[in-house]
């Protein structure tokens, strides 16, 4: 009888206290908050490398537009 009544007793059922939730939220959210700060970091990183992949795309595509000279008049194809 004496443990039917433990298991009903209002006492022994708050046995996580208000304190322990907050504590536990505070984790929670810094720990997302962090995964937030890399996250934006790496955004930042990946647009700054994108920048530097199209400048280096256009620099190439100017490259392109120049006319085509023949590479064959040198010694190591005979045409001296």
Known sequence: MLIN???FN???I???KQSDIVTVLIIV???FGILLLLGIRKSY???KE???LDAMNTKIAEEEDKPYQDFTDGHMYGGN
């Open 45 to 47: 990183k990946l647009k």
């Open 10 to 12: 209002p006492n022994t």
């Open 29 to 31: 959210t810094i720990f």
């Open 14 to 16: 708050a046995l996580i």
């Open 5 to 7: 009544y433990s298991l």
């Open 50 to 52: 994108n920048e530097r």
